[in-house]
């Protein structure tokens, strides 16, 4: 997908005059002196005006090419005031290129530029104005100057209001992926407001090398951004409350804490919508359940109680050679609120915890360091007493029981009969 060029032709005639006497060998003053002189029409008097290819997606991989020293390929989008979006350019075969972006406004004045020996990235623009917008991809210097090195690219590029590369997540989810070298992955979950989520995301590698370095970009059904998160080994929103009804999109990046980007690795997404989510079933009035939290995983389970009861629960950390556990749990109510929370070196506890509504409530195992670090996994053993269990009721699908009835009556009627 490369832009048209104007001046094309004449263009074309001296870059390859420029090639032949480049690698002439039977002149060399003149080749030296001609490859100079064919490079500056090749790329100076001749700047290549772009035709901009339209971007109409909201999330776009698009690989290409500077495939001429100078070049500059362009990109035009749409966006609405209040809009946001991720844009980023990777190296892709580690050539020569030095990516740049220019961020240019409706208006035609440069908004925003970044650069990289590997990656450029604008990690998140929110429009201002309504209209359409253009990218200018080249390679450049540090400060922007083209250099004259060519190479192939990938153009990463998300609109944050609703981009959805790797789908909806479900109420309890995990999912596997792999974040490549300017990589941008989405997600998009439905929620509504008061009710609350949790989502994390973790480097697969398990190693702190800051190889991964794992992003989390949370925007709003109106495409802003409402919380982001990053860590060497886990990045987590450990709680956030919906204010708005409606579509969120969850942006996944990698990149160091300096502000690099230009790291990547395989990632295990672990999300929770805490009215719904219910990983490991519900609990019993006197229940144990023996388990492990992974790195960056989120563990829930429910139960179904009246007004008027009472609950305790203990989280305890087994203790097991690999377990580095600091277990940190949370209880919420049926409409997705935070009621109770405890988190401690080796036990959280919640004890005497009053129902005061009738509903679903879910219980949240974490794992955690008390400084905000959420790089800690290991074994545990979860104990629930809860008082004013809601009896369960067997809900049996029509044709089921309209056809277990029937089969009843034709035998009580058969039996009748050979009597």
Known sequence: MKNRIIN??????????????????????LSKFGSV???????????????????????????????????????????????????????????????YIRLINPNNDLITSSGGYQVAAIRSYTAPISGTYTIQLSSGSGSGVGTGETGSYILYFARLSGANEHGLLADSDSQSGR?????????????????????RLADLAHQNTGDFFPNIHLYDPSGDLVYERGGYLVAAIRHYEIVEDGIYTVVLTAGHGNGAVDTFGDYQLYFARLSGANELGPL??????????????????TFTVTAGGVASFTMTDLNTPDSNLFPSMQIYGPGGNILASSGDYTQASIQNFQINENGTYTAVLTAGHGNGAEDTFGDYVFEATIEGLAPVILKIPFPTWFYGVLILVIGISGYKRAK
């Open 179 to 199: 974040i490549d070298l300017g990589d941008i992955d989405t997600y998009t979950f439905a929620a509504n407001i008061g009710e609350s989520i949790q989502i």
């Open 37 to 99: 002189f064919a490079l500056l029409f090749c790329s100076l008097l001749f700047q290549p005006e772009a035709i901009a290819v339209s971007i109409n997606g909201k999330h776009v991989e698009i690989q290409d090419s500077i495939s001429i020293p100078n070049e500059i390929d362009t990109y035009s989008f749409t966006l609405a005031a209040g809009e946001s979006v991720q844009i980023r350019m990777a190296d892709v075969n580690n050539t020569d290129i030095f990516p």
């Open 8 to 29: 094309l032709p004449l263009k074309e005639i001296i870059c390859d005059l420029y090639q032949k006497i480049h690698f002439s060998s039977q002149h060399p003053s």
């Open 284 to 301: 019993k009035a006197n229940d144990s359940r023996t388990e492990k939290i992974d790195l960056g995983d989120i563990d829930t389970y």
